[in-house]
């Protein structure tokens, strides 16, 4: 056997000797993206498979929907950086966000109810149906995954790796806290065993999971599914649904595909509704 100055074995240290799988270059080539992406979709799909998951709710909104004691906060630190610098028009629209966001707060309290909800009437150690499932994040996300622990169940974070890092909420279930680097795959695993998507005020990620999910639904790509939005003024104020309609890009039963929350409680008597009325019931 030839050994080296530091009495260790030539090959151990010659790339070619790595096993593939542990190649971490080899792994990270732009030829192994197909590999990659397959090893993105089977990691989580096994872990729920063995721990019984067998259909979840998922929960959209934004990350900037915080509790009210923390809305509140953030809207003094605002008007008190204004009335230091009352010409400042940055700093007056900032006071006019953060009072938007204190009113849009309530829908913190409104996730956490409805996912301690859901996670009371449906999950089972045995067979775990309806498991809250969020994007892992803060503001919304936070709140749902944060309403299951509060019950003592279970609830699955799916993170994705941004440039700006996100960084799992307290509340998801460890074993269920996932991390994605392909928006896809990720978005596969939110739709393989959702019953219903429930989706929260938020910014444009939380309107990509929407229209992504009303396009399957309309194309009859996946069956339907209760998809509920929360707070029919605000989305009546961002998007003009009717005007799809009478521009003629979208038929009338299009804007079907959803129905409005504004309640915990209304929004789980939703679900339950459809499934009382269709092909599974909780």
Known sequence: MKLDDKNQRWWDTAPAYILAYEDIELMNRDELRSVRLMLEYYKPELILE?????????VFGGTRLLPRDQAEKNLQ?????????????????????????????????????????????????????????????????????????????????????LPLEQYPNPYITPEFCFRFHYFAIRKMHFMKRARALVI???????????????????????????????????????????????????DPEDIEIFKYAETAEEAWELITDHYKNNYKRP
């Not at 019984?52 to 998922?58: D, Q």
């Not at 204004?82 to 309530?106: G, T, W, Y």
């Not at 910014?203 to 399957?216: I, N």
């Open 50 to 58: 063995k721990n019984n998951v067998a259909s979840i709710i998922v």
């Open 77 to 161: 630190e605002a008007k008190a950086r204004l009335e230091a610098s009352p010409e400042n028009k940055s700093f007056a629209r900032q006071v006019r966000i953060a009072e938007n966001l204190l009113k849009k707060s309530h829908f913190y309290d409104e996730a956490r109810e409805f996912a301690s909800i859901v996670s009371r009437s449906a999950q089972s150690p045995v067979l775990r149906e309806y498991v809250i499932c969020t994007g892992g994040g803060p503001g919304v996300m936070e709140a749902a995954n944060r309403g299951a622990h509060d019950v003592n169940a279970v609830s699955i974070g799916l993170n994705i790796t």
């Open 200 to 250: 929260f005020p938020g910014g444009y990620g939380t309107l990509d999971e929407f229209f992504e999910a009303m396009t399957l639904i309309q194309t009859k790509v996946v069956k339907p599914i209760p998809v509920i939005l929360f707070g029919r003024k605000f989305w009546d104020g961002i998007i003009n649904f009717e005007a799809l309609v009478e521009e003629g890009t979208i």
